[in-house]
């Protein structure tokens, strides 16, 4: 393991230091711990071209280390396109995991005003919106082209700022990944028998689906997963995708890579502003901010899909990694599960039920369309 | 069909405008017209806040009618966006075609600075630059995902800016309709035997690949379209997608909606802007515009994408539209004559060469991901 590590340290270093925060976030159930940080929002007067405008200084708190690929690249990007686009009157500075709150302390600082924004994913908060899973990704759900067509003209961002309003929040869909992989195994899966009793390391709705399949879903911490997959502690784990997979050097110690990630068929990511802070702006100023969070939303998937790209092909012809599909009955086992789970939490939780109403509905419409367009293309070309 | 036609008079007339100015400036040549009109940035002292600052007026010139649905809505979203973000210090005026210069002559007025910006796509302008629709969509080639990554992370946008330079134009991705479909047929095609004689509209490389196949592609002027494959004159003809046929009025006339759109996977608009008007800017202006287009550029895809949805569920349930899938042999003869047109024109000319291979890699890279993930996902969900 040592050698091959130490050709990637730093980015080891940022997924372990992610994982622990993430982990102990979720162990401590302090998903929305937030310490206080001073008002950021300063009125400064400052000349900008001929005239003399309000310089507004804000802080944009994240849940991945600074700089991370992909993820942690977006929110700077952000920052950089919104300073240049307002000549220097509204600078943001990004901060990662754990500078100013822990990795999932973004929801509750930005939502106290304690910070002025967040880059997350609604995912994270599923202990207390049920719901939101919907706004990033769910089993079995939409992929990126058909979740951001929900959000802009199906109705799907009108629900997610409705169900934000009451935590003072305005959420923006903030870049994506495209569908991810089904993880790393140390077992082959021929069947859903090889499920049962499987150890793996998988959270959400998707480690919900794999308990009630037979298998054993846990949470480890980043920074020992590496080392529990080597030993045995677990089976198997998923990640992300080759982009960040590679980076984390997976492939030296797990047998098989699974595909498709039938659990995160394209993970929408969040920018969050605290309302009031919103509100303070000039109205430039505020479309500045939301047409930027589109393009981001956009080039991170762009990214993502160039750098998963080149990452697949290095793992499978530099490194030999054995890549399989998930045999169709245990999809279809995940699948039933994933839409028994989704029925019993509507009848649980109104604002669940009209969230999966409208997604579903989008879903049932859309799958009918891309089935002769972009599946079929996908097919015959 | 007057019966029909009545429900959606507006849009058909503006279908049979836009045609009859494509297909006019199509025969006689003149797709570089432009006419000279004033230069429209003038600088102004007015108050935007407490400053004063230069306002610049620029004119928009497009290839489709005015507010044409998804197509001439992209640059109006623009305008109004960049309006909001320069707090009313660019103001742009979209024109439709014909307004200022005929549809074609967009390239030909942005790049003589007769209007500052134009909204079209590339593959309009093979004439003089034959590499121009790999920036578009040729047939077999990048799905929207796919061209949207190559451009802002695998090279592609260099190469367009590279080859737009000499004409003083600077290129941007300017939206997207996704996948289209194959077209609407009066003959029912089993093999490739029967698209021997078979007399359809369809343009560019797709129509060249037809006619090698032993069709006959035509132009047809979108004006004559509908009568023409009413009255036998063609056998068929392709248009966009669901949203845009749907409103033509296509289902009425023709027996069978095939697919997928293999000669059009995903094509990319284009917004250009004339190079000194562009560096007329002041930085800020500038980010405005770049970063303003690539939400745009998204935009366009998430309406196609809800709107093509609802547009197909309405044709096959309200009007019994039979939907079919091209037959294999089909697929595979268009694809190996494909392969073919683009190796003769490679050889023919170095930039289409260069523009080529740097597609062509990049594309072999990305579907080999795309079969384990988005393919893959599709075809288990």
Request: no cysteine; hydrophobic share 40%.
């Amino acid at each position: 393991m040592s050698s091959q590590v130490r050709k990637t340290p730093l980015v080891i270093v940022a997924l372990v230091a992610l994982n622990v925060i993430l982990f102990a976030a979720l162990v401590l159930n302090r998903a929305d711990t937030s310490v206080s940080v001073g008002q950021a929002s300063v009125g400064l007067d400052r000349g900008v071209g001929a005239s003399s405008e309000t310089v507004y200084r804000w802080k944009l708190v994240t849940t991945w280390p600074k700089r991370f690929p992909g993820l942690g690249l977006a929110p700077e990007n952000f920052a950089e396109m919104v300073k240049e686009m307002s000549a220097g009157r509204l600078l943001i500075h990004v901060h990662g995991a754990n500078e100013v709150v822990p990795a999932l302390g973004v929801f509750g600082a930005v939502s106290s005003g304690s910070v002025e924004m967040g880059h997350s994913a609604a995912y994270y908060w599923k202990g207390r919106i049920p719901a939101a899973p919907f706004f990033t990704a769910v089993p079995f759900g939409m992929n990126v082209q058909e979740l951001n067509s929900w959000l802009h003209y199906g109705g799907g961002l009108e629900l997610w700022r409705e169900i934000y309003e009451p935590f003072n929040l305005i959420p923006f869909a903030g870049g994506n990944t495209g569908v991810q992989m089904g993880g790393w195994f140390n077992k082959e899966i021929n069947s859903i028998e090889d499920i049962r009793g499987l150890k793996m390391r998988i959270p959400g709705f998707g480690g919900d689906v794999f308990t009630r399949a037979g298998g054993t879903a846990v949470n480890i911490p980043g920074g020992e997963l590496y080392t529990s997959l080597q030993s045995g502690v677990i089976d198997a784990t998923e990640w992300v995708g080759p982009y960040n997979d590679l980076a984390f050097g997976f492939h030296q110690i797990a047998q098989y890579y699974y595909y498709p990630g039938w659990h995160e068929p394209g993970p929408t990511l969040e920018f969050i502003v605290n309302k009031d802070a919103y509100n303070s702006l000039p109205k430039d100023l505020q479309k500045i901010i939301e047409v930027a969070t589109r393009a981001i939303n956009q080039d991170m998937l762009d990214e993502y899909t160039a750098r998963n790209n080149s990452a697949l092909v290095e793992l499978v012809e530099v490194h030999n990694v054995d890549v399989r599909r998930f045999p169709d009955d245990v999809n279809a086992t995940f699948k039933s599960i994933s839409q028994e789970l989704y029925l019993e939490l509507a009848a649980q939780d109104p604002t669940f039920k009209r969230v999966y109403q409208s997604y579903q509905s989008f879903l049932d419409g859309v799958r009918k369309y891309h089935s002769i367009s972009e599946e079929a293309y996908y097919q015959m070309r």
